[in-house]
């Protein structure tokens, strides 16, 4: 499976998964060589030809929260509304 990823309209690279169903990432060779490129992400440098699963793996948002953040939201009590 691939997914073609596009930055307004232009073709940045692509996004396949492999038989193990491992994320991979390829910049098109345009967009490396294009002036004012800039990576896809932090993670993704235009330097490399292609990006391992350990750089394109999905982080779920609460990935980054700590586990004190995660209880407190946990314990929040709703606002009384106003009459």
Not at 17 to 40: E, S, V
């Amino acid at each position: 499976m691939s997914l073609h990823v596009l930055m307004q309209g232009v073709p940045m690279g692509t996004l396949r998964q492999d038989a193990h169903g491992n994320p991979h990432f390829a910049y098109t060779p345009a967009w490396q060589n294009a002036a004012g490129a800039f990576p896809l992400s932090l993670c993704l440098s235009l330097s490399a030809a292609t990006h391992a699963p350990g750089a394109v793996a999905a982080r779920t948002p609460s990935s980054s929260l700590r586990p004190n953040a995660l209880k407190r939201s946990s314990q929040a009590r709703p606002m009384a509304s106003r009459p």
